[in-house]
């Protein structure tokens, strides 16, 4: 303890030495247009937490991420994507040689079945869209996982919180899944600070105060690690 | 021609005083649950550019703007929208006590009919959005503008863009428009430079070379004042 507490003074623990993480971030962005497109909500600022800490601890870390206003973590490999398939064939292509994989970005789940070459003119009162569900990367990567592989997922919903994270931790073959109402005050989209539930692969659960992103970064590497 | 060069030296000549003017900039985004969204694609870039040279130029400057990762221009009041109609609020509010209108801003011109209070959950392989028109802001300013009011417009096109530039013109009653190929290369979206033409209520046109959106901020100033 008493170490412990002096490498916190001196700067982190090297715990994730050798070790290659796998991050997503942020939002995708599912072209209608040249110029119109679906997105989804996200910050990227919980996924740049995480890369940033683990280069800390000592990770070789790939940051695979949607479009965000945030700059690249010093030491981090960032792969800049748009779509959820951009990402999708960038993680796939990652993952064979990851240790552990952290997919804290909120991608874009539906996508237009067709993409127009140029701008829509706005001619017509209304417009269609007919949207197809996008791969779910979450759920392929807990298909392809190897025993020494540890897979972490964010859930973050508006309702039945803990009911949906418990079906995503299960459903996707997940070791952890870090739960937050991004409703509440204090978490979610482009806030500095977090308040999740974490629930594990046994079945236990633990919840989490409210917290700045960074310091939550360093929390959910020290539960991984202890998983390492 | 001496004192005019003389100016460019010392600084900006002053000839927006005293002049009110409203600049929209950025895209919007109109919800499709709390964490989906269809937004337009738009840096902000241009119309931030343009606020900043107003400002340089002694105009009082009113910024309605969505969602970028810009500063503010110092001196510029900001009012931050999200959504087309937020927009349009914010513009009729400021538009009677304003000399100069410039919409730089690249509005989602269609909204989901309905936006669903909680997240979608993607239980289906499709998902069917239909979209109504937004109400069409630069429009209305035109048919709302006193003799005594300039109303500058932007035509970002894909494709046709003099035709519909010429278009927007006159069906919106605008005093100047200034249509941009947004597919070309050097111009549009995320670009620091831009390559535009510029075409006259007297029917009269002039194409700009490519240049730095702060520099054709003060060009499209310099014609303006020409107006005024």
Same mark, same amino acid.
């Given at each position: 303890v008493? $170490?412990?507490?002096?490498?916190?003074?001196?700067?982190?623990?090297?715990?994730?030495?050798?070790?290659?993480?796998?991050?997503t971030a942020g939002g995708t962005r599912e072209p209608?247009?040249?110029?119109?497109?679906?997105?989804?909500?996200?910050?990227?600022?919980m996924g740049y937490a995480i890369a940033k800490a683990a280069v800390e601890r000592g990770a070789e870390v790939t940051l695979v991420t949607g479009p965000t206003v945030l700059a690249a973590p010093v030491g981090?490999? $960032?792969?800049?994507?748009?779509?959820?398939?951009?990402?999708?064939l960038a993680v796939l292509a990652a993952f064979p040689d990851t240790?552990?994989?952290?997919?804290?970005?909120?991608?874009?789940d539906y996508r237009p079945t067709e993409t127009a070459p140029q701008k829509i003119k706005k001619t017509d009162d209304t417009l269609t869209l007919i949207l197809q569900k996008?791969?779910?990367?979450?759920?392929?990567?807990?298909?392809?996982?190897?025993?020494?592989?540890?897979?972490?997922?964010f859930a973050a919903e508006t309702h039945e919180l803990l009911t949906y994270a418990r079906q995503k931790l299960v459903q996707k073959n997940l070791d952890m899944i870090v739960a937050n109402d991004v409703t509440?005050?204090?978490?979610?989209?482009?806030?500095?600070?977090?308040?999740?539930k974490l629930l594990y692969r046994n079945g236990s659960s633990e919840e989490l105060p409210q917290m700045e992103k960074d310091k939550l970064a360093h929390v959910l590497l020290?539960?991984?690690?202890?998983f390492v």
């Open positions: 008493i $170490v412990d507490r002096l490498l916190s003074y001196l700067g982190h623990k090297k715990d994730l030495q050798q070790k290659k993480i796998l991050i209608i247009d040249p110029v119109r497109y679906i997105g989804n909500r996200s910050s990227g600022k981090v490999k $960032v792969i800049a994507i748009e779509t959820t398939e951009q990402m999708r240790d552990i994989v952290i997919k804290a970005a909120a991608v874009a996008n791969p779910d990367i979450l759920k392929e990567l807990g298909g392809l996982k190897k025993p020494n592989q540890l897979l972490i997922g509440a005050p204090g978490a979610g989209f482009n806030s500095d600070t977090n308040i999740v020290d539960r991984i690690c202890s």
